[in-house]
T-cell receptor
Framework: DVKVTQSSRYLVKRTGEKVFLECVQD?????MFWYRQDPGLGLRLIYF???????EKGDIPEGYSVSREKKERFSLILESASTNQTSMYLC???????????FGPGTRLTVL | AQKVTQAQTEISVVEKEDVTLDCVYE???????LFWYKQPPSGELVFLIR??????QNEISGRYSWNFQKSTSSFNFTITASQVVDSAVYFC?????????????FGKGNQVVVIP
């Protein structure tokens, strides 16, 4: 079974802090994704990566950056956390173009 | 413009009733893929089904069935004889071939509540 893990289930940070969210997949998938999920807004794509060191902006990249130094790991970085970044963050991976995405358990981030 | 519309926000049913979730999508691409995911209270999205635009056959998997109709741009999902464990948010999603990169456009989701 595909396994996507995220470093924390719950995280509380203060405004202005630099925040790292880590995601690891164990199935040698090419593509990895970061979404945020908010009530009434559904899932929105922040960034994705289709190869090591490659990244592309999604629909809401402002305030975020990403890093993919190894194929299995995709990190989401909040350079200076703000309260409007309080959300559920979901990581996903997929084998190839048009294949299904597999999701991690999510990280619920609260920025105070 | 929203590419995937799931009109019913919350649906409540009594256990053993059937429930159908509507998904209407919008695309100009001739090659695309449709997905359904389940998000139980634990929060992790679980993949249910993937269907490509050239395969209009309906699919049944246990108590789950899907009806794909290109003529109406719909990919509806039915849970037969619902159970309490079916309580979750269900998302429909679309991936267009022109994107070439597996981006998914999600609908807003249907919250299904199964009452024992």
């Amino acid at each position: 079974d595909v396994k996507v893990t995220q470093s924390s289930r719950y995280l509380v940070k203060r405004t202005g802090e630099k925040v790292f969210l880590e995601c690891v997949q164990d199935m040698d998938h090419e593509n990895m994704f970061w979404y945020r999920q908010d009530p009434g807004l559904g899932l929105r794509l922040i960034y994705f990566s289709y190869d090591v060191k490659m990244k592309e902006k999604g629909d809401i990249p402002e305030g975020y950056s990403v890093s993919r130094e190894k194929k299995e790991r995709f990190s989401l970085i909040l350079e200076s956390a703000s309260t409007n970044q309080t959300s559920m963050y979901l990581c996903a991976s997929s084998r190839s173009r048009f294949s299904e995405q597999f999701f991690g358990p999510g990280t619920r981030l609260t920025v105070l | 413009a929203q590419k995937v519309t799931q009109a019913q926000t919350e649906i409540s049913v009594v256990e053993k009733e059937d429930v159908t979730l509507d998904c209407v999508y919008e695309t100009r691409d001739t090659t695309y893929y449709l997905f359904w995911y389940k998000q139980p209270p634990s929060g992790e999205l679980v993949f249910l089904i993937r269907r490509n635009s050239f395969d209009e056959q309906n699919e049944i998997s246990g108590r789950y069935s899907w009806n794909f109709q290109k003529s109406t741009s719909s990919f509806n999902f039915t849970i037969t004889a619902s159970q309490v464990v079916d309580s979750a948010v269900y998302f429909c999603a679309l991936s267009e071939a022109k994107n070439g990169n597996n981006r998914l456009a999600f609908g807003k989701g249907n919250q299904v509540v199964v009452i024992p």
